[in-house]
């Protein structure tokens, strides 16, 4: 029996409480949801302001960083991040919505109850403390064979516009895309490199009609209008030295050599600003040694 157990509550179809929004399901409503958390978050989700965020179980870096992003500016915007709580970018997208201060829903496929995966312990802790998280699995219950795509319904017929990250061929994420589409909700997708193979999904997505999301503000313009605009972050300013290698790694430059032949400085000097770059947020490393730009952006001057 798992730990939060006693805290199960469950919701019936037509009761109050049930998400309107999962009534276009048609003939697939789910007759009974179980929950944890705040309830009264999930009776008053206004399909409006609600955007889900779901993506590859294996993401690139770069795909984790936009997925933390836009779940950070978006909560921070008044929207409720809807997500799977899977590893990668729906966990990243998750850990957003809470570094916003805003609110975020997990949809399980496992019971509401079961911590699933059992390494997003801490994780599911941090969601049940403002948010809720959500399953028609009975408590108790572990993940069946064909229990994720059935769940990726729900995520798509609560969200306005469900927003792919990054996403191999064949993918579950795909599988949501294509549910919100048969409910006549929107569908965005972020951008990757064409050599990616986890941008694969995201790229044929925007072939076929699909939104490019470029960042959080697109998806204000989609569900809120032109002119509502996103929470940027700021980082301290920056010398023009610092600023130099920033734009370096910007355009191309992942490495201390290649950083250094961009822009003239040397080795020494280019290590030691891409150590303070980090520190202060503008750049992240990889295992291998490789640099990549954050979404952090430097004071107007």
Known sequence: MSDERARTWALRRGEPGYPPALLDLGTDVPGRLFGCGNRTLVGGLEL?????????????????????????????????????????????????????????LAVLGSGADVVYPASERRLYRDILSSG????????????????????????????AI??????????????TARQ???????????????????????????????????????????LLGVGIEAIRRCGPPLEPELA???????????????????????????????????LLGYVQSDPAGCYSRTTLIPPES
Request: with cysteine; aromatic share 2%; glycine share 12%.
């Open 244 to 278: 130099g290698v920033a734009e370096a790694i910007e355009l191309g430059s992942r490495t201390c050599d290649a950083v250094a032949a961009a822009s003239g400085m040397v080795a020494d000097g280019v290590a030691v600003a891409l150590a303070r770059l980090e």
């Open 48 to 104: 409006g302001h609600t955007v889900t965020i779901v993506g590859s179980r294996r993401p690139s870096s770069y795909g984790l960083r936009v997925a933390e992003d836009l779940g950070r500016l978006l909560a921070a915007a008044g929207l409720v991040v809807v997500s799977g709580m899977a590893r990668g970018i729906d966990a990243a997208a998750h850990r957003g919505a809470l570094a916003g201060a805003g609110v975020t």
């Open 180 to 222: 919100a589409l048969k409910l006549q909700r929107e569908v965005g997708a972020v951008p990757g490199p064409v050599t990616s193979r986890v941008s694969e999904g995201t790229n044929d997505l925007i072939a076929d009609g699909a939104a490019p999301i470029r960042g959080a503000q697109d998806v204000l313009d989609r």
């Open 132 to 159: 809720a998280v959500i399953s028609e699995a009975p408590p108790g219950q572990r993940p069946e064979p064909g229990a994720f795509p059935k769940r990726n319904r729900i995520m798509a017929a609560l969200g």
């Open 162 to 175: 469900t927003v792919v990250v990054e996403a191999a061929q064949p993918s579950g994420s795909l599988i």
